[in-house]
């Protein structure tokens, strides 16, 4: 593994600090200077229930290269003060190698931190802010981070106007104050990185979270309905939405609960306009009935599940996949549907808006698998491009009378939508004849139940299915989902280094499995299934699609924590290795 | 869009189509209710209703749960959805929203509308959205074969289910509406076939939230509904602009007095649809604003 001072590794800097302290603000403050550095960076945020006033973490990994995941461990801590530390003892791994910034004026720092083993530099920020008029302890300690951390002078103060130009000059300037003196406090020889010099000219990047990049590739497929009922962690893709569509002359409508908001979907849908919501694990679940209702009457709709810990009411704030289970098999009856997993951030707004694509090809309902750790973390890294044409329904041609629901070669059926004369249908959740007309006769059933599983089925979905990296003779393959694909590539790379040849697959699009395609990717390969869950619930449905081969493990921890590199390169070399010896 | 262009939208259609009688705005599939069942006048009244209004079938969507009478939509030929239980007003809300220009109706029982569906109901009828809901009430679940609803009365023991009745105190739709800020609301009777066209017309001319009780008797799980007909009558008040007024008379109405209850004229809905953007940009240009807000 690099050593910290190798300048192409990225590096881990952690801001903490109580509720009000502004830890959060400082991370986003250094965020925008490693942009402005021409770095790119990954800022994920930790905070607890409380509504205000709780602790909260900012932990920025940065680097030359782009950033998909968090570090095995932190290279610099700068502890605002130490209230409930002990809170995010385990998201900021300390070691030997790390340097904490501690202020003396709020106490001595707590046994963990002295136990592990870590430098420790005590750096007066609050009675060096007192020095500042409208001075504020955490613009010192982002002077002094990042100044320690290779980041110059000059990006830091841009940083600060950027980030602060809403609260007006005199914040700004107290603030570019207070980050020169942390600046200075910083002593060179306890630098991390030396300076990065300035770029030639600042890289256009996306400054983006993944809630919001989700609610980009919405529009970008042309989404101009969204149903919302707040819930952590998607609100903000909602809140982000509700300005943005009505500039375009869409409509964000606030739903009395999710059993409403996802029929509102499936109104507008009918109504020929695409449509989309946001929502967590107990929305989802609330939702089901109305996503079978989409699925039944062929109605296009998109849910986007930003998951959380589960079950239950579980862990709000904090990243998990666990509801891939409840996405892949919660509706009832044989209910054939999309089930697609956003592997980035950035990524988000791709898989976003390929399944608006895919939902209106195909007519049926689509979930979208998100996940805190996506959707309110913000990267500064390359966009995703707009690839995807926005959606239109397949209407109806001149080719004999309208039949809503006729049996096609290809499973799609022609659709009309109010306003077009005479092609007026009864949409229905009641099984029905092809003309629409309820029934309950065998025939029908079994005619409807094999045109929707073979419309997704017999559909040409290309390479999106997943992302694949590495030899296709490789002796270890490392497949994953959404979220852990940062991590594992990470894994895999530094396997690689090592001399291992490992592949990566992470699946974009988990219902319909791409079971045959996933075969030839992994080859012959030993299989590691690498996911953020207790259950291994995707281990378990390869599983059971027979879509893994012989002696394939699991890699399944549940959240709150996140997958690291080092764990899943670990695990990997074990299954590799299992007589021990490391990568 | 204010209470004026919904005024006009009913009469551009009107002006667009050739008249069309109540039967062409019937479908060809046969109803699945009982012989002498109130639903039959409902579906007369409102093709009778359409056909009045000479609004054009492409133009016009009916929205419906689960139920006897939320099958409805299949014996119209106007655009319909039969969704799940409880879940039409959802549905029309979401399509009126889209599509403001349609005229859209949900229609179901009291079951659907009062029991599994009663939230949408309150916040339906708070939104004030220019929908119109018929709530086609017999005082029992007739497609799962006569199980008490809200509105049945404490005392029936003629359900398996609750041999000794519910207990519980009935479900008010009027008075609930009325304090959830519904803007119109109506009580008709699947009897009278006429009164019933005059209120389904006014409440989809009402702009705004427009609830239509229909008593529609039961014929196979409440034939004492029967008696309906000699009991129902006018609303001694008639309509009312004063919810305080409105109040007074719906508490001590009977539950069987027909009319136009209540009507107020307040703004429609319009919290999340496009105001006229102020600048002159394309729609790519806007979309492309957005992308730029994130790329720097």
Request: with cysteine; charged share 20%.
């Amino acid at each position: 593994m690099p050593g910290p001072r190798d300048a192409s590794a990225p590096l881990t800097v952690a801001v903490t600090g109580a509720g009000g302290s502004g830890a959060v603000t400082a991370g986003l403050i250094l965020l925008e200077a490693v942009a402005a550095a021409g770095l790119y960076g990954l800022l994920r945020r930790s905070a607890g229930p409380q509504i205000r006033g709780g602790e909260s973490a900012a932990l920025l990994r940065f680097g030359p290269e782009p950033v998909h995941c968090a570090g095995d461990r932190c290279d610099l801590l700068a502890a605002l003060d130490w209230a409930n530390h002990e809170r995010f003892a385990d998201e900021i791994p300390l070691d030997a190698g790390s340097l904490v910034l501690a202020d003396p004026a709020t106490g001595p720092p707590p046994a963990a931190v002295v136990e592990s083993d870590t430098r420790l530099r005590e750096m007066g920020f609050s009675s060096s802010a007192a020095e500042r008029d409208g001075g504020r302890a955490n613009m010192v300690a982002v002077g002094a981070a990042g100044a320690l951390a290779g980041l110059p002078l000059a990006a830091l103060l841009d940083a600060a106007g950027r980030t602060l130009a809403d609260k007006g000059q005199a914040v700004v300037d107290a603030a570019r104050a207070c980050i020169r003196s942390g600046h200075a406090l910083a002593k060179p020889e306890d630098r991390l990185r030396e300076p990065v010099p300035p770029p030639p000219a600042v890289p256009q990047r996306w400054h983006i979270n993944g809630n919001e990049a989700a609610g980009l590739g919405a529009l970008r497929a042309g989404v101009r309905f969204v149903a919302a009922y707040p819930i952590t962690p998607a609100s903000e893709m909602l809140e982000w939405l509700a300005p943005r569509l009505e500039r375009l002359g869409g409509t964000l409508l606030q739903a009395e609960d999710e059993l409403a908001s996802v029929n509102m979907l499936i109104g507008s849908a009918f109504g020929g306009v695409p449509a989309l919501t946001a929502t967590s694990g107990p929305g989802l679940s609330l939702m089901l009935e109305g996503i079978g209702l989409a699925v039944a009457s062929e109605t296009p709709i998109v849910v986007v599940d930003v998951m959380r810990g589960g079950p239950s009411t579980g862990i709000p704030t904090k990243s998990e996949q666990s509801d891939l289970n409840a996405a892949l098999y919660g509706l009832h009856g044989d209910a054939p549907h999309l089930v697609l997993a956003a592997l980035g951030i950035a990524d988000c707004a791709h898989t976003v808006a390929w399944a608006v694509q895919l939902a209106w090809q195909l007519q049926t309902a689509a979930i979208v698998l998100s996940d805190q750790s996506l959707g309110q973390s913000r990267m500064v890294g390359e966009p995703a491009p707009a690839t995807v044409p926005p959606v239109h329904h397949a209407a109806p041609g001149d080719d004999g009378p309208f039949r809503r629901y006729s049996v096609t070669e290809d499973g799609v059926s022609p659709m009309s939508v109010p306003g077009e004369t005479g092609l007026a249908y009864t949409a229905d959740g009641l099984e029905h004849d092809p003309a629409g007309a309820p029934s309950s006769r065998a025939a029908d059933h079994a005619a409807q139940l094999d045109k929707r599983r073979h419309k997704l089925l017999a559909h040409d979905y290309g390479p999106d299915w997943a992302e694949i990296t590495g030899a296709a003779d490789a002796e270890l393959c490392l497949v994953t989902v959404g979220a852990c694909r940062g991590a594992v590539v990470e894994a895999a790379e530094r396997l690689s280094e090592a001399g291992r040849a490992v592949r990566t697959v992470a699946l974009r699009l988990l219902a319909p499995l791409k079971r045959q395609a996933l075969l030839d990717a992994v080859g012959g390969a030993r299989v590691l299934v690498v996911e953020q869950n207790h259950g291994a619930q995707l281990f378990h449905y390869l599983l059971a699609e027979q879509a893994l081969p012989e002696a394939a493990r699991a890699l399944a921890r549940p959240g709150p924590l996140p997958l690291r590199p080092g764990e899943i390169a670990a695990a990997a070399a074990a299954l590799m290795d299992p007589d021990g010896g490391s990568p | 869009m204010t209470a004026g262009d919904a005024d006009s939208a009913v009469q551009r259609h009107k002006a667009s189509i050739p008249s069309l009688k109540a039967k062409d705005y019937k479908s060809d599939v046969k109803p699945v209710w009982c012989p002498g069942c109130g639903h039959f006048g409902v579906l007369a009244a409102l093709t009778k209703t359409l056909a009045h209004l000479a609004l054009p079938p492409e133009r016009v969507a009916v929205v419906s749960g689960i139920g006897c009478s939320s099958r409805l939509p299949a014996y119209l030929a106007v655009h319909g959805f039969h969704g799940v239980h409880g879940r039409a007003l959802p549905l029309a809300t979401g399509l009126k929203a889209a599509r403001p220009e349609l005229t859209v109706i949900a229609a179901g029982g009291d079951g659907d509308g009062f029991s599994i569906g009663g939230n949408h109901f309150l916040h339906a009828c708070r939104r004030n959205q220019d929908l119109t809901y018929i709530v086609m009430d017999n005082e029992v679940y007739g497609m799962t074969k006569g199980q008490a609803s809200p509105t049945t009365q404490p005392d029936w023991c003629r359900s398996k289910l609750t041999p000794h009745g519910t207990g519980i105190r009935r479900f008010q739709p009027a008075a609930i509406a009325l304090a959830a800020g519904a803007s119109f609301i109506a009580r008709g009777f699947a009897g009278d076939p006429n009164g019933l066209t005059r209120l389904l017309a006014a409440a989809i001319e009402h702009p705004g939230f427009a609830f239509v009780q229909v008593l529609s008797p039961c014929r196979t799980f409440r034939p004492e509904q029967q008696a309906w007909k000699q009991q129902v009558h006018a609303s001694e008040l008639g309509p009312t602009h004063d919810t305080a007024q409105a109040a007074e008379l719906i508490q001590r109405d009977d539950g069987l007095s027909l009319g136009l209850l209540y009507e107020q004229r307040i703004p429609l809905y319009a919290a999340g649809v496009a105001a006229d953007a102020a600048d002159d940009l394309t729609a790519a240009e806007r979309l492309a604003a957005i992308e730029a807000e994130h790329c720097r």
